[in-house]
């Protein structure tokens, strides 16, 4: 996806090895980009093709055949014949036909220009919307058609691919992107330019002068040698031997270079970790387009900023744990800075492997690209209104608060690469079960996530989000039959406290079971289901009935181990020491693989 954004934005060369060549012969590459949220500026900008709050455009390819873009752009038929005119002179005729039939009222007096006659058609057609149609336009000179991306004034893209070079991106050929980002200082002024001009020429006097005095007796002994032999031909002929300073070129100045990181030594960007240039280029790429296209627009500060889009494959790439935390995190707080009239002027988008990049974008921003079965893509997204309607309609408040939004963050960062997902209320049963799994072959090798929800009224909302993603979901959840029993024994909790939570939990319970696709039960019956299952109680609880070898294995191995023997360590080194487990974790793990294809 970056990379066709790139290809119609840039105007990147297609390949016939891009057309896609699956189920059906392909014949046309078609990449459409929408921009919203456009202001004044954008519409002074973009012209007849920014009329409203979001304008398309699109860019075709076929094998053989030039790119064409086109935008949506408000077009009044009546201009049709003069667009459509082969000439200047046959263009600026047809417009003069269509001012003297007094139809429109069109500026006056007639342009002289070509230039004019369309600039007075596109703003006629801006202000007078009623009258237009929208059409898909050729917008090829928003894209560099006449010389100078007139698009890059309000946005410019950038695509940090996974193969960029650091040496090349800071090397001093000409078309680097440090060199580009050097060429935004501008030339020498004129006062400068003279004064290094006398002083090469006085440089040029003192070397001549040099020269001249080290190597004029080598000099005149050479010509009177070859004098001497050429009277032998010619008496009266002599030769003069001389030797004149070629002109001192203008200094070049070569930009060098060097990267010190902490106390470090400091060293050229090839030496450097790949981490660190990887990082260098990203920080490279990003100054050349703010400063370039800053350079590009005399009049920004008049007309507002406009938005830079970076774009970056894979950031994660050569980057430890903690180093990759925090370009997640300086990316993120990159995207959501505004500049002092409160416009965001910075997008961010990124493929990604990593959960450590896909944390802090939660399930909004998330868009998973799968292959399917005829080898073509398909992109999937959450739509948080459809996830607030489904916790509704399970009877939940569809509102996220900050608390919830983070421990989902967590929960969801690595389900959301999953082909399919195992939620969990806690880390005992995520551990359990990961450790039953791993007796035959483990979760991973099958593509299945456990996720951990950290409490049961985060199950639903997970849950709902994953199914958004069209990510296959099982669900594991207590159903807290002894719930009641607990809190009677404690002294703190009224009366009317126990049974407001007791019936908490009995509609949670109905909730999840709803969303799963089972009819609704408060309460119910330990069981392992297509896409749920429950303990009667919990599993601490349960355990002891079900299984009561692993009960005492994990009492064993905490007493071995110093450890609690509630600890998730404790259950995973049970489960790896006890013989076959019960049919209810038999079927469940069953059930969990059924879900991949």
Same mark, same amino acid.
């Given at each position: ?5 790139? %290809? ?52 075709? %390819? !076929? ?15 009546? $201009? ?176 060098? &270079? ?12 090839? !030496? ?24 590009? /627009?005399?009049?920004?500060? +008049? ?59 939660? $399930? ?20 948080? +209104? ?18 919830? !939004?983070?421990?989902? +963050?967590?929960?969801? /960062? ?53 199914? /958004? ?5 099982? &669900?594991? $959840? ?120």
């Amino acid at each position: 996806m970056l990379r066709a954004i790139d %290809w119609c934005i840039n105007e990147r060369p297609p390949d016939p090895e891009d057309l896609f060549r699956g189920s059906a012969d392909a014949e046309e590459i078609l990449v459409a980009v929408t921009f919203g949220a456009l202001d004044q500026a954008d519409r002074a900008v973009l012209g007849r093709y920014g009329t409203g709050e979001t304008t398309t455009f699109t860019r075709t %390819w !076929r094998d053989g055949q030039a790119p064409k873009l086109s935008g949506s752009a408000l077009v009044l038929p009546a $201009f049709d014949k003069v667009r459509e005119a082969s000439g200047a002179v046959d263009r600026k005729r047809a417009y003069r036909e269509i001012v003297e039939s007094g139809e429109f009222a069109l500026p006056e007096p007639m342009p002289t220009k070509i230039a004019d006659v369309e600039s007075d058609m596109a703003r006629f057609e801006m202000e007078n919307a009623h009258l237009c149609e929208l059409r898909a336009e050729d917008a090829s000179h928003l894209f560099g058609f006449a010389g100078g991306s007139t698009l890059r004034q309000r946005f410019d893209y950038v695509l940090v691919d996974a193969t960029v070079d650091a040496s090349d991106s800071f090397g001093a050929g000409r078309d680097s992107a440090l060199s580009r980002l050097l060429a935004t200082i501008g030339d020498l002024d004129e006062a400068t330019k003279d004064e290094i001009a006398a002083l090469q020429r006085k440089a040029a006097d003192e070397i001549a002068s040099r020269i001249g005095t080290a190597r004029r007796e080598s000099l005149e002994g050479i010509a009177d040698g070859i004098t001497r032999r050429v009277q032998d031909y010619v008496p009266a002929a002599s030769i003069e031997l001389r030797e004149e300073l070629l002109p001192l070129r203008p200094p070049e100045a070569r930009p060098i &270079v060097r990267v010190r990181e902490s106390e470090g030594h400091a060293t050229d960007v090839e !030496r450097q970790g790949h981490g660190l240039q990887r990082a260098l280029v990203i920080a490279l790429l990003q100054e050349v387009a703010e400063t370039v296209g800053q350079t590009d /627009q005399a009049d920004e500060a +008049a007309e507002g900023r406009g938005t830079l889009m970076l774009a970056i494959e894979e950031p994660e790439l050569y980057q430890h744990p903690l180093q990759a935390r925090a370009l997640a995190q300086a990316l993120s707080v990159l995207a959501t800075d505004a500049d002092e009239a409160g416009h965001r002027t910075v997008q961010i988008a990124y493929s990604t492997h990593s959960a450590h990049f896909v944390q802090r974008t939660l $399930f909004e921003s998330l868009r998973l690209f799968r292959r399917g079965e005829d080898a073509s893509t398909r992109s999937t997204a959450a739509d948080p +209104a459809a996830v607030a309607q489904a916790l509704t309609e399970a009877g939940m408040d569809g509102e996220l608060g900050d608390q919830v !939004r983070n421990t989902l +963050a967590v929960t969801l /960062q690595e389900a959301v690469f999953a082909r399919a997902v195992l939620l969990c209320e806690g880390k005992t049963d995520a551990a359990l079960l990961e450790a039953l799994a791993e007796r035959d072959r483990g979760f991973e090798r099958d593509g299945i996530a456990v996720a951990v929800c950290w409490g049961k009224s985060i199950l639903p909302i997970a849950l709902a989000i994953l199914k /958004q993603l069209d990510i296959p979901t099982f &669900v594991l $959840f207590d159903a807290d039959a002894g719930l009641d029993e607990r809190l009677v024994g404690k002294t703190s909790v009224t009366e009317d406290s126990r049974k407001a939570q007791v019936a908490s939990v009995g509609r949670t319970n109905a909730r999840l079971m709803v969303l799963c696709g089972e009819a609704a039960d408060e309460w119910p019956q330990r069981n392992v289901r297509s896409s749920c299952a429950n303990f009667r109680d919990n599993l601490e609880a349960d355990i002891k009935e079900l299984w009561p070898e692993l009960d005492a294995g994990r009492t064993a191995v905490a007493r071995d181990l110093g450890i609690k023997p509630k600890s998730e360590e404790a259950y995973r080194q049970a489960a790896a020491r006890c013989g076959p487990p019960p049919d209810f974790f038999s079927s469940l793990l069953a059930a969990v693989r059924s879900l991949v294809p």
